[in-house]
C-alpha cells in the first residue's frame, strides 16, 4: 500500500486547511487509517483515526471539536478537516494505514502544515 498526503500550507489561527490521503494498491487490505503530526523537537504523535469496517472514528483531546477525520472508500481517499487551526497544530502532518492480517503500518511522506499566530 502506497500513501500520498497533500493539501498542506501556511493559514492563520483561526484558519481551515483540509488534507487528503490517497493509498494505492492493495487497498482492500486496509483495517485502520489514521493521521499522525510531527512538530519540530517533539514525539509523533496521533492526530486521529478510522476504522475500515465500520467508520468509526477517535480523535486526540487536542483537536477534538475542531478536527474532523472521514474516507471515501471509492476514491481510496482519507481526508482531514482542520477548523480553528492554533499554531500548536504546526506540524508535518503524515498519513498511516495499518495494513493485512499483521497490521502492518505503512506511512506517507508527510505534508507540512503552518499556522501563524
Known amino acids: 500500500v502506497q500513501l500520498v498526503e497533500s493539501g498542506g500550507g501556511l493559514v492563520q489561527a483561526g484558519g481551515s486547511l483540509r488534507l487528503s490521503c490517497v493509498a494505492s494498491?492493495?487497498?482492500?487490505?486496509?483495517?485502520?487509517m489514521g493521521w499522525y503530526r510531527q512538530a519540530p523537537g517533539k514525539q509523533r504523535e496521533l492526530v486521529a483515526v478510522?476504522?475500515?469496517?465500520?467508520?468509526?472514528?477517535n480523535y486526540a483531546d487536542s483537536v477534538k471539536g475542531r478536527f474532523t477525520i472521514s474516507r471515501d472508500n471509492g476514491k481510496n481517499t482519507m481526508y482531514l478537516q482542520m477548523n480553528s487551526l492554533k499554531p500548536e497544530d504546526t506540524a508535518v502532518y503524515y498519513c498511516?494505514?495499518?495494513?493485512?492480517?499483521?497490521?502492518?503500518?505503512?506511512w506517507g511522506q508527510g505534508t507540512q502544515v503552518t499556522v501563524s499566530s
Open positions: 494498491g492493495s487497498t482492500d487490505s486496509i483495517n485502520i
Open positions: 498511516h494505514a495499518r495494513v493485512g492480517q499483521l497490521f502492518r503500518p505503512h
Open positions: 478510522i476504522i475500515s469496517g465500520g467508520g468509526g472514528t
